[in-house]
Structure formats: C-alpha cells, structure tokens
C-alpha cells in the first residue's frame, strides 16, 4: 500500500482529480468505480469544477457505483443515485447511460447481483476504483463480521452505518433503509487500480489497522493489502496514529 499524507482534504481532492485527469488522457473511455459519502464531495467538487473549464472530458467515461440502498427509488434523495447525480454526473456531463447502480428496487436482488457483475465484466473490468472507509473498516457495505462475500450481494446495515446514513431521512437513523445491495471484496480488488481516502480523526483507527493489522472479515478495509496497486490518500488528523506507530 501506498500511503500519501496531505495537509488537507482539499490536497487530497486535486491530486486525484489530477491522476484521474492524466488517467483520461490515455484511455478517454476510462472504467471508474466510484462512492458517495461525505469524503468523496470535494473529489467530486474538483471534478466538476475541472469539467468547466474545459479541461476534463467525460463523455466517454463509464462508472459504476460500489452500492446502494434497497427498497428506495432511485429519485429519493436519500439514494446514492440522487447524490451521484447531484455532486458528480448532472454537472460534469456524464449521462445516464454510462452509469451503472446495484438497483435498490429490483425485484430479485440476487439476480440484480448477477447482472451487475456481469456489467462490469462486460466493460472490461474497473480501471480505477476509488474508495471511502468507514469508521468500523467498512468498505462500500461489507460491514465487519465473521465472514466477507466476495461478489455483489444484499446486505443488513449496522446500526452505526445507518446512523451515519441518516442526513436524507430527517437525521432519523430509523428511517435510513435497513438492507442494501453493495460490491463484494473481490469485486473491489478485481479493480486495477483503487485508491482510498480517508478524511479525520475518526477514521484514524480503522485506517492504521487497515495498513498495519492482520487481514481479517472484523476489518474488510484491511482486504486492500492483498491487492498490488493500493494507493491510500490521508489528511494529517487520518493519518495521526501511523505516523505515531511508525516513529
Ligand atoms: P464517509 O463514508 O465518507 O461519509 O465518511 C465513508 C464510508 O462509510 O465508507
């Protein structure tokens, strides 16, 4: 793993806005995996503001997002389509036909699994796969447990992570979806490049053990060092226990 720490958040937002300039360069029809969440805003801020001055050029890009909620319809504001649109696709021009989402309202979420790998495989696979961490080590919904699934699947949320969910459901933890559908570990790691970042002091924990502890299903985010093309982008409060565990 590669770990960079920046001075601040918005550091970390144009560097990888720039690698993801440069990756666009050489393949225009760049395959990215992509989160929502609070620490991808101002990535997608960067993007957006890129794309207006006419430097970044994404009509060519496909995207698919790492998960979504189940049940709700993807105009809810609380879905992770609706934010998507909001911060990244509706002002960089990316159009709808090149995005894919686990469909929160499908009928059978296990086939809706099946057809979602089988998009990405059809794409050729993702090129760059950009990650956030939860504070419990969560990597897009693979939630800590006793066991990982390797490939897309429905999942039950922590009460934490829905907590942490619950800004677009009237700051009600209980009315943020209970299930969802995310990307698997291996589904993640199949990815040809991911970078990682993780923003403050509460994500600091999760972070060294991501570097520094075992591989273990308690902390998915820890799967990453088995994958060979790992950047980790910090700012300096996310960063404050390896830099103590390395001096
Ligand atoms: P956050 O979420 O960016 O809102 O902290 C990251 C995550 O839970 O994966």
Redesign the pocket.
């Known amino acids: 793993m590669n770990v960079t720490v920046f001075r601040h958040e918005r550091d970390a937002a144009v560097a990888l806005a720039d690698e993801l300039l440069a990756a666009l360069a050489r393949r225009p029809a760049l395959v990215l995996g992509l989160?929502?969440?609070?620490?991808?805003v101002t990535l997608y801020r960067r993007l957006v503001e890129l794309h207006a001055q006419g430097r970044a050029d994404f009509s060519q890009v496909t995207t698919f997002n790492l998960d979504e909620f189940l049940g709700l319809p993807a105009d809810h504001p609380g879905s992770y389509r609706a934010y998507m649109t909001r911060h990244l696709f509706a002002p960089a021009g990316i159009a709808p036909a090149q995005v894919h989402f686990l469909d929160g309202m499908a009928s059978d979420p296990e086939a809706e699994c099946a057809r979602f790998e089988a998009t990405i495989a059809a794409a050729g696979g993702i090129d760059l796969m950009v990650?956030?961490?939860?504070?419990n080590g969560?990597?897009?919904f693979n939630e800590p447990g006793a066991g990982l699934s390797a490939r897309s699947h429905r999942v039950v949320l922590k009460a934490q992570?829905r907590r942490?969910n619950a800004a677009f459901f009237g700051n009600d933890p209980a009315r943020v979806p209970g299930e969802a559908l995310s990307m698997g570990m291996a589904t993640i790691l199949q990815a040809r490049r991911l970078v990682l970042?993780?923003?403050?002091r509460?994500?600091g924990r999760a972070v060294e053990r991501m570097v520094n502890g075992p591989v273990t299903p308690r902390l998915p985010a820890s799967f990453l060092q088995l994958h060979e093309d790992v950047e980790v982008m910090l700012d300096e409060a996310a960063a404050e226990r390896l830099t103590r565990a390395q001096s």
């Open positions: 989160p929502t969440g609070r620490t991808p990650l956030g961490i939860g504070a969560h990597i897009g992570t942490a970042l993780a923003m403050g509460g994500k």
